[in-house]
């Protein structure tokens, strides 16, 4: 059993159980979704740093809008920021979908969740996690899974929220700060069925 080298926090929230104090590597797919998932994690009384990985974003312009908007949110609220020239990019995130369309999510999850980990392990985290678990809109239980095959193959555990549960509170909290939101998922493909939707 992982067992940190740090002191117990007692909490007393009926949603959780008493946790360790954890240093924790947060991957963020975009600045509205991290609100929710960093306070959650902060009040829990762990050390949060984030990092924005995300090959997935098409296209490239709508990419850089949401690396922007992460900016300005971690700027402003005093969130640590892990730099990373990740080796891996829309290319290679492209090549490994590319004819694997029906498993383009599991596929995606499991790119940049394993990127994360070996991050996290690298850098001396003590676990990772993604604000995803934040989404209704993504296919929850698959990223769930990916997760804790990663966590397993790395030996390096996963805090796992179902931060769903907060969404009505994390919309607000974003829309207060103004923060870009964008419409679709990110994927070329997502950005397809949002277009036949309104079309």
Known sequence: ???PDFPVLSYHDTRKETTFFMRILLHACCAPCLVYPLED???????????FFNPNIHPYTEYLRRQDAFNVYTRDNNVRVVHENFREGMEEWLREVVFRETQKCKICFNFRMDRIARLAQAKGFDAFSTTLFYSRFQKHDLLKTACESISEQYGLPVVYRDWRTGWNEGVKKYRTLGLYRQKYCGCVYSEKERALKIM
């Not at 994690?41 to 990092?51: C, P, Q, S």
């Open 41 to 51: 994690l902060r009040a829990e009384g762990h050390e949060v740093a984030t990092v």
């Open 1 to 3: 059993m992982f067992e």
